[in-house]
């Protein structure tokens, strides 16, 4: 059907819509500044400011952002932990890593958790609004030094011609929650345990899957359907 001429004034009026981003960063002057270049680009709008994951938890939903751009390395609770909560609570959201950390296991530990990107904050202010864009058109932007690195550890960890790791019950259930994006602390909480018990049983883990790290853990068991 033909659009009519009110329907495309309509339409003209309404525009394109706009992006609404939310920052959890606690240095001042960088959130300031994320702050600043998403209200001047056209179709971006900042409606949140948190200088940490506790107030983001109290705040961000009387007035939900499209994407949320998160630092990892928080005071309190980590930006981890709170991607983790905040999926959770708010599954549409879409949770963004801003960071300085590009290590194996920070990477996997956002992404496990529930994050759809991960940027390191040298980005390019150009690049850094089409990342957010990016994530709203359902993609999942990542630095290139970032890719890379995921890349590789999916090349490096290769599953054997028989998958048979005789892990316990209780190893399975700990690999399922590191799968979940738990940490050790959490971890613990949901076995009813205790941290040393957890690194006790990882170690565990570790030699039977023949992985040095826990990031290298959670590949192999994604890719042999270990949990």
């Known amino acids: 059907m033909a659009m009519g001429k009110d329907d495309a004034n309509i339409k003209a009026s309404i525009g394109p819509r706009v992006i609404r981003v939310a920052i959890i960063e606690d240095q001042p002057e960088i959130r300031e500044g994320l702050g600043v270049l998403i209200d001047l680009a056209d179709g971006y709008q900042c409606i949140g400011r948190y200088g940490s994951m506790e107030e983001a938890i109290a705040d961000i939903g009387r007035h939900l ?47 496990c958790a529930g994050a759809t990107g991960y940027l390191l904050k040298k980005t390019a202010p150009s690049k850094l609004l089409e990342s957010v864009r990016e994530v709203v058109d359902g993609g999942s932007p990542m630095s290139p030094e970032v890719a890379r690195r995921v890349i590789t550890l999916f090349q490096n960890v290769r599953p054997p011609s028989r998958a048979d790791y005789h892990l316990t019950p209780h190893e399975t259930r700990l690999l399922k929650l590191l799968i979940q994006g738990h940490t050790y602390k959490t971890a613990a909480a949901e076995l009813g345990s205790s941290t040393h018990a957890v690194s006790f049983h990882l170690r565990n883990i570790y030699a039977k899957l023949r992985v040095h790290s826990k990031s290298e853990a959670v590949v192999k068991a994604l890719r042999d359907g270990l949990a």
């Open 65 to 111: 952002p499209d994407v949320a751009l998160v630092d990892i390395g928080l005071p309190g609770m980590s930006g981890i932990e709170g991607i983790q909560l905040l999926k959770r609570q708010y599954p549409t959201l879409s949770l963004v890593a801003l960071t300085v950390y590009d290590d194996d296991e920070r990477i996997f530990e956002a992404l």
